[in-house]
């Protein structure tokens, strides 16, 4: 399926300055959140172009329609991807088409008419899996007394008590922790700040980590060199990207003998244990930092034993040979 012609012949260069592409991306606060915005805008430029090399720098973003935009959204949903996936395409999309309306290159009139896509629904299960305790002590149990192997250990300690997401574990300075209130101030989606709170065995674990971190202001989890030293940049420690965090659990849990785990079936299994215990949803969603109650809801997973458990109930009938 091919995108409806863009008249493009005879478009002058765009200047960096003045590319809508790069302006979205420098609005961005967040390292992370520049990464996974860049990346959806290079693949709505490979399907705009039909270029595999194709990044969304120097495109004409300005020249799309709504007849265009439509074209994208379908492509999109044909990929397979899922419902989320393809809304944070369309919302790349939508932000990168205001920023040229910004910069003078288009109408509002035209704006509005191609940012007029209604958003991909689909009901799907909350992704990630459950982390047993069992699990978790043994990826604990196999970090060392190394540099590497206590940062591992706080690490996971803090990932299992906070439900954090992996940017904003990577995203924590010295100046975050308080070890009196046994607490973190986090910055989440949108440059929110929460508070959340750790264990005490989470907060054992962490000092023991600090004491081979050592106290200089900087990232609280950094890169660690074979030779066990922290990496730094102008003399502080620099923080962890997500796809090092991402390492760091999958080589944990390989070591443990157990399946891969991700940050995020951490966070899955931090809202479930807390609404099982009876926590009200209100605080579930203020610890884990949802803008809306309704997606802490979705990792409910009480209704999910209450139709199991009516299952259970139902007995199938003996077989017996019919008369």
């Given at each position: 399926m091919s995108l409806p012609a863009l008249p493009v012949q005879g478009t002058p260069p765009i200047e960096p300055a003045r590319d809508p592409y790069h302006v979205y991306l420098d609005s961005l606060t967040s390292p992370e959140s520049r990464r996974t915005m860049r990346g959806c805008l290079d693949r709505l430029a490979r399907l705009l172009t039909g270029d595999e090399r194709a990044t969304g720098a120097g495109q004409p973003w300005h020249l799309l329609r709504y007849e265009h935009t439509?074209?994208?959204?379908?492509?999109?949903?044909?990929?397979?991807?899922?419902?989320?996936?393809?809304?944070?395409?369309?919302?790349?999309?939508?932000?990168?088409?205001?920023?040229?309306?910004?910069?003078?290159?288009?109408?509002?009139?035209?704006l509005?008419?191609?940012?007029?896509?209604?958003?991909?629904?689909?009901?799907?299960?909350?992704?990630?899996?459950?982390?047993?305790?069992?699990?978790?002590?043994?990826?604990?149990?196999?970090?060392?007394?190394?540099?590497?192997?206590?940062?591992?250990?706080?690490?996971?300690?803090?990932?299992?008590?906070?439900?954090?997401?992996?940017?904003?574990?990577?995203?924590?300075?010295?100046?975050?922790y308080d070890p009196g209130a046994r607490s973190l101030r986090v910055r989440g989606k949108r440059d929110k700040e929460r508070l959340v709170y750790l264990t005490t065995d989470a907060i054992g674990l962490v000092e023991?980590?600090?004491?081979?971190?050592?106290?200089?202001?900087g990232a609280l989890?950094?890169?660690?060199s074979k030779a066990g030293r922290l990496r730094e940049r102008d003399g502080r420690p620099v923080g962890l990207t997500g796809q090092?965090?991402?390492?760091?659990?999958?080589?944990?849990?390989?070591?443990?003998?157990?399946?891969?785990?991700?940050a995020h079936d951490f966070r899955r299994t931090f809202i479930g244990?807390?609404?099982?215990?009876?926590v009200d949803l209100a605080t579930a969603q203020a610890l884990v930092g949802h803008s809306s109650p309704a997606t802490t809801a979705r990792y409910d997973r009480r209704p999910e034993r209450t139709r199991r458990e009516a299952v259970d109930r139902l007995r199938l009938p003996a077989p017996r040979p019919l008369a």
């Open positions: 439509v074209r994208i959204r379908t492509l999109l949903t044909d990929q397979g991807w899922s419902a989320a996936y393809v809304n944070k395409h369309l919302v790349a999309l939508r932000r990168v088409l205001k920023e040229a309306w910004r910069l003078g290159q288009t109408s509002a009139e035209d509005a008419r191609a940012s007029d896509l209604a958003p991909v629904r689909q009901s799907r299960l909350p992704a990630g899996h459950h982390v047993p305790p069992e699990v978790v002590g043994a990826a604990l149990s196999v970090c060392d007394d190394s540099p590497a192997g206590v940062r591992d250990a706080a690490l996971i300690a803090v990932l299992y008590s906070t439900g954090c997401r992996r940017a904003e574990l990577g995203g924590l300075s010295l100046t975050d023991r980590w600090l004491a081979v971190r050592g106290r200089t202001p989890f950094s890169p660690i090092g965090i991402s390492d760091i659990l999958t080589r944990r849990f390989g070591e443990a003998g157990a399946s891969r785990r991700t244990e807390l609404l099982d215990a009876g």
